[in-house]
């Protein structure tokens, strides 16, 4: 993977975004990684229940992953509750758990009610879509352990066309986390009533401008400035960055193109206003 430790959080981010499709390649190419896709698009169509999906320990590990659950791959009897749930019933099991990363593997899945067999599994075009699911999040996960920073902003920069209200962002740590900062809010909100929390936010910010991403580059660039002051981090003086990338024409003969250059350092004083 391309390392985005030691530099500052709206730099991080632009070489992430700069190198992503290379590091996708990266992840399918780790042989754990690949054999793990393998399974899963071999077998996953041949899986009628949300019993035999627990049973297969390859394709159960790889649809963990893609949802971000790993440190919970041996909850197994939870996970397979919950994905028996019933979600039209309130007190089930799926509509209790804190966890949103549970729901929305329950919604993606799409087993039955009981856990019966879901009709996503024989789509292509779903296939597709959980495979590219796996390998952004392992992507993602990874910038996040190199650079704390940027791994929250680039959560939000991965979930703002989805957030719809307010209770979207209170739910997940990482969007709870981004808008605070990104909006002047301390931490401590987070001990106010969720409700207020959502006024407060809503006082902030018009959450119809996350559907325009020229607007949440604005937030990621503020998120990053606010970000980096608080935790004292500064970028190095004309750092020299080697972007690489991904997509190379066949007259390059399928190597990569190294691009070194040069950005100024933006210092912002932690003591400045950012309203």
Same mark, same amino acid.
């Given at each position: 993977?391309?390392? &985005? ?8 981010? !632009? &070489?992430f ?8 390649? &990266? ?47 041996f ?5 397979r !509750? ?52 796996? !390998? ?55 001990q ?11 006082? !902030? ?46 007259s390059?003969?399928?190597? &990569? ?19």
């Amino acid at each position: 993977m391309i390392s &985005l430790g030691g530099m500052g959080t709206q730099l991080a981010v !632009k &070489l992430f975004d700069a190198t992503r499709d290379k590091q996708l390649d &990266l992840v399918a190419s780790n042989a754990l990684n690949a054999r793990q896709v393998a399974a899963f698009s071999e077998r996953i169509g041949s899986i009628g229940s949300a019993k035999e999906l627990i049973a297969d320990t390859e394709v159960y590990t790889f649809v963990m992953r893609a949802f971000d659950l790993e440190d919970q791959i041996f909850g197994k009897a939870l996970v397979r !509750k919950a994905l028996e749930s019933d979600v039209s019933d309130r007190t089930s099991l799926v509509n209790r758990l804190t966890d949103p990363k549970i729901r929305e593997m329950y919604d993606t899945l799409g087993f039955a009610p009981d856990g019966g067999a879901s009709a996503n599994f024989d789509d292509p075009d779903w296939q597709a879509e959980m495979i590219t699911r796996f !390998k952004e999040r392992l992507v993602l996960n990874s910038a996040a352990e190199d650079n704390t920073g940027a791994g929250i902003a680039l959560e939000f920069k991965a979930k703002a066309s989805e957030i719809n209200t307010w209770f979207d962002v209170l739910k997940d740590e990482d969007l709870g986390t981004f808008m605070r900062r990104a909006l002047g809010l301390p931490d401590e909100v987070v001990q106010v009533d969720i409700d207020r929390q959502a006024e407060l936010f809503a006082q !902030k910010f018009d959450i119809e401008k996350l559907k325009d991403p020229a607007e949440v580059d604005r937030l990621v660039s503020r998120f990053s400035a606010i970000y980096d002051a608080i935790e004292g981090i500064t970028s190095q003086s004309n750092a020299a960055l080697t972007l690489m990338q991904s997509a190379v024409s066949s007259s390059q003969g399928g190597n &990569l193109n190294i691009i070194t250059i040069d950005i100024p350092t933006i210092v912002r004083n932690g003591s400045g206003s950012y309203s």
